[in-house]
């Protein structure tokens, strides 16, 4: 969904809502009263002929009633505002789990609690880039930081923003209601690629969480592993590289699709003609990929290269996403 602060799908951003709201219809109702006083005294008592206009030196139940009820909207508002506040700024009570967040030019990383769930093979916790995944209902506090310049995070389905600054922690909360996908952006301008730096929260369901964080991890590990080394060093120093381009490596090839994000890729299909992407048709399609699809201008590397290279080179290719 997109970011629609007036949408809230989580108790922070409501609470939010709810001032907005009744802000506006109080202003509203202000607005209404003052224009229709305004026009009413401008058509009842205007000059005209036949009729002189009088002048009133004032009223003081009148003016009493428009001192009284501005003061005492003022009062409640700020003491609604202040009761809100205390409620978003109360980060620690209920959490549920504490991620750290780390601002850069241009892009968000996402460092797991250190829980077994979230464990990897090197002994590490699991970090993400540009996306969050969050259990539905649960309260997840945010450390807030920044590697180079200050940022903003900000989420307005799920509640407020806050600056990550260098050098510093600050924190916050989020908590989704409903399942789904939320979007947001860093609103603090840090640079050329400020526009860029966007922010995904996923929320699943409880009962679903466990099984993300499964495999998470074990992508994780797949990037890790140092078979998976094998397979980059293999991908790029090989011909694939002249053909593909993955970004943030050498390989900048043309002819080739780009597989820079080759496991996201949607709808799932390799060539547009083998589905889904997975390990075993990867190993099909790099191995003979003329058999599959005839005519393509990849050529066949079973004889070129050995079985155990193009189990590397996929290997590698699962990291892609």
Known sequence: MGPWPLDPRGPQAESIALVYWVLFACAAVVLAIVCGGII???????????????????????????????TVMVISFTLLSWQRLNYINDVDSGTAMTVRVEGRQWAWAFTYPDQQMFKLQDGSTLVTGEQLDIPVGAKVKLELTAKDVIHSFFVPNLGGKKDAVPGHI???????????????????????????????????????????????????????????????????????????????????GKVGPDLTHLMSKQPSTIAGVHSPINEENLRKWVRNAPAIKPGVVMPKFEGQLSDETINDIVQWLLTLK
Request: charged share 20%; proline share 4%; aromatic share 8%.
């Open 40 to 70: 009413y005294a401008g058509i009842r008592f205007r000059d005209r002929p036949g009729h002189v206009a009088q002048q009133i030196h004032g009223h003081d139940t009148l003016e009493l009633i428009w001192t009284v009820i501005p």
């Open 170 to 252: 600050t924190t916050m909360w989020v908590q989704a209601d409903r399942p789904g996908t939320y979007k947001g952006q860093c609103t603090e301008f840090c640079g050329d690629g400020h526009a860029d730096m966007l922010i995904t929260i996923v929320a699943h369901p409880q009962n679903e969480y466990a099984a993300w964080a499964k495999t998470a991890v074990t992508d994780a590990n797949r990037y890790i592993d140092p078979q998976t080394r094998v397979g980059r060093e293999a991908f790029l120093s090989g011909a694939c590289a002249g053909c593909h381009t993955v970004k943030g490596t050498t390989a900048a």
